[in-house]
């Protein structure tokens, strides 16, 4: 694999040299491929299996039903790459709606709760980025408390559901906007953008190279001269930013704010991370891959109502899955090492 | 040449946990010279390096580019005033692409978004300057180590750079590669560069640099130019010659050991190991108290780290006592009776957070396994004898070991591996770092040891230490065994030059 060679080559070297660049990008692209040629399988299992399976309608609704974990799935991205992990979004996003729910019960208009949500994620990630950066803490540990503190939080603010009638926020997830028989809301809008602009910034901004780094080698980075302490805590400013977007989103699918959602949101978030390809020890991995990795759990959902079975099940395939894909990727990483 | 210096530094004081680490150092680099730091390990170059490289504080002294007085508070501010360095195998980032290593950083923008086109092409110019050609958009960990070291210089070189410092680049590069990168410090000095070489390769030191400084024990020992400076004098230099030295006038002198009826020990045919060893042949006898002598980076440590176990032997065999044996772990070879005692006292042989009581005794229990503890009382007799039989301080056997001085801590390594009773012990610096009372003590030890029927592998970077305790002594030099002596009939400056290849110096 490293005849690449050092010294002068011919053109027709630099031609091969371009041939063997794509067969290289394919190398790193084999997790990301092996989770979309999962998904086709279990769609066309399905469609073999149940007749009318793959419909415009069920496509629409893994987007628009899943959105939320899309959302989180992005932000987790970010702080897998860096080598991190959170556990606090699932909470976080649970608190974000807690507090939307009660502040529109009490007239705060709605231009003002969605930022505060925003801001209240940011504030959590922040919380986490700095325990983890400059207090040595372990992401695990540090993003726990995250966890437990916003859990803690929204049952500080209601021990029951809070309703939302807020027009607009319910609108979010009501209004649909039908082509033929696909359809999309505003939430499924949301979540689309978020893994676009999530995706631009890990592959276009210094910050996004910097996470890949971070990921690779802290050392290195620091080395380099890169902002590594900046940027490692700005991964996790951005999971709890992308946990509020999701808490939004959740608040306006269940038309109530309530302090136990989201609880293990945050595994089924890794495990789609996971799933689409992205190493846990960091620095690997591609945005849109999580977005297949939200997809297959949708399908994985899906499949298990289509079979009557127990909703119990659907743990116990990700749980087999992601067993999969860790040792399948352990190879791969095996097998690039010894090259 | 003698122009202003590029990069000077007066008077570099720097201490780590009260002991100087840099002790009124003067440094100069000029600018298209290739410049070489010297030294035994300990002797204070990479503290020097990172001093001006922004990864450590001077606590006083000062720090001159181009004639004005610079302070780094960290290594970006030091690469932005154009001191680059490359460090062995540190930092690159192997998950990324050739060009962002290059470029990260300093990229391309458009709109403020990376401008990938631009930033390839950038990698290729900076990657054509040395006369490497390489994809830049290919993932760095797919090229071999060599290829990857030619792409952190490229990002070196890529900004303006004015200093660059080599760190050891050579360690890991066979004679081609070696050759391809001294091609391209040639042209980098032909642009004005000032170049750091540090290496412990006497050859190339000798080969590509025209300074040389050395250090020793933190101190300027001098700044010389390298066709004026003899091999033999430069180590003499780096290692301290003997008037230096408090003279050991009652040292004892092994006696010539007589071979006849002794049984071989230990006896390597042919064994070796890929990029550490090459081929070698030795045996070892019952009782004999055989020297490795040699410069780091000689490849005393591999050897001995390969004749008991601790590395796994890739080509030719090992027999112990006749037996021919394969260890995959050292597990297998401390089951025989070979023990190994590494130079990295701290991290690799005692355990500072337990107490002198379960360091010595770890090695037993290991033996016995999880479940057969051996008894309180039973630990507390071995602790005993043994903090006794060496004189071991502070005596408090619950005492924890990392309190205790290297000397102690040497000692406390050597009861662990004692109490196993060995056959054959290698002893990896054993008297490294350590004040010159507890070194004799050491060294009787040892004697004492062979006497009783050990046979001990010793290895120190102290000639003179080598050639008053060995019976034998074997000369390693660029990773080969190049001599056996008879330490009764050598001399120091017989050693000192074998250890240096000194018909080069004519």
Known sequence: MSNTSTVNTTPSGVLKNGLRRKMKIRLSWIPVLAALAILILMLIGGQVHFGSFITPAMLSSLLVDNAYLVVLAAGMTFVILSGGIDLSVGAVMAFTGMLAAKLLSVGVPVAVVIPLMLLAGALFGTLIGVLVHFFDVQPFIASLTGMFLARGLCFVISLEAIQVQNPFVLRLQSAQLNVGSWYITPTGIIALVVIVVAAWVLSYTRFGRTVYAIGGSEQSARLMGLSVARSKILVYVVSGVCAGIAGLILTSYTAAGYGGNGVGTELDTIAAVVIGGTLLTGGSGYLVGSLVGVFVYGVIKVLIIYMGADASWERITIGILLLVFVVVQRFIVARANRN | ?506
């Open chain 2, 1 to 506: 040449m003698e122009a202003e210096p590029v990069l000077e530094i007066t008077a570099a004081e720097l201490r780590f946990a009260g002991e100087f680490a840099l002790d009124a150092v003067n440094f100069r680099l000029f600018a298209g010279e290739v410049h070489s730091l010297m030294g035994e390990n300990g002797a204070g170059k990479s503290t020097l390096i990172r001093a001006f490289t922004g990864a450590l504080r001077l606590e006083s002294g000062k720090i001159q580019l181009q004639g004005h007085a610079v302070e780094f508070p960290n290594p970006a501010a030091a690469q932005l005033a154009g001191i680059s360095t490359v460090y062995q195998e540190i930092d690159v980032l192997p998950n990324l692409t050739v060009a962002e290593n290059i470029m990260l950083g300093r990229e391309p923008r458009r709109f403020g978004f990376i401008d990938w086109k631009r930033m390839r092409t950038s990698a290729a110019e900076a990657l054509s300057v040395l006369g490497v050609d390489i994809d830049p958009a290919s993932r760095l960990s797919s090229h071999r180590l060599a290829t990857q070291q030619m792409v952190a210089i490229a990002r070196a070189i890529s900004a303006d750079v004015k200093v660059l410092v080599l760190d050891e680049p050579t360690s890991s590069l066979d004679q081609d590669e070696v050759a391809e990168l001294f091609r391209v410090i040639r042209e980098l000095k032909a642009r004005g560069v000032a170049i750091l070489f540090v290496s412990h390769f006497l050859e190339q030191v000798y080969e590509i640099c025209d300074r040389i400084t050395v250090l020793r024990n933190g101190r300027l020992v001098g700044e010389y130019l390298t066709p004026q400076l003899l091999r033999i004098d430069l180590i003499q230099k780096m290692l301290g010659s003997n008037s230096d030295r408090i003279d050991i006038l009652n040292a004892k002198q092994s006696p010539p050991m007589d071979r006849d009826g002794k049984r071989v020990i230990l006896r390597a045919r042919g064994i070796a190991k890929r990029a550490r060893l090459p081929i070698t042949d030795l045996e070892v006898f019952e009782g004999e108290l055989l020297g490795l002598a040699g410069l780091l980076g000689s490849g005393r440590t591999e050897l001995a780290r390969l004749l008991v176990g601790v590395d796994v032997i890739e080509v030719g065999e090992l027999t112990i006592d006749g037996v021919r044996r394969r260890f995959r772990k050292p597990r297998q070879a401390l089951n025989i009776g070979l023990a190994y005692s590494s130079e990295n006292r701290r991290s690799e042989g005692i355990i500072t957070e337990l107490t002198l009581r379960e360091n010595i005794n770890l090695a037993l229990q290991a033996e016995r396994g999880w479940f057969r503890r051996i008894p309180q009382l039973r630990q507390e007799e071995l602790t005993a004898s043994w903090i006794e039989a060496l004189d071991i301080r502070p005596t408090n056997p619950e005492g924890l070991a990392g309190h205790l001085s290297g000397g102690n801590q040497q000692k406390l390594i050597l009861a662990r591996l004692l109490a196993l009773a060995p056959r054959l012990i290698a002893l990896d610096e054993p008297t490294r770092g350590i004040d010159i009372g507890a070194k004799i003590e050491i060294q009787h030890l040892i004697t004492d040891l062979a006497d009783a029927g050990l046979a001990v592998i010793f290895i120190s970077a102290e000639l003179e230490e080598v050639l008053r305790v060995a019976h034998r002594i074997l000369v390693l030099r660029d990773r080969q065994i190049v001599a056996t002596v008879n330490p009764n009939v050598a001399t120091i400056e017989m050693l000192l030059s074998l250890v240096a290849k000194v018909e080069d110096d004519e």
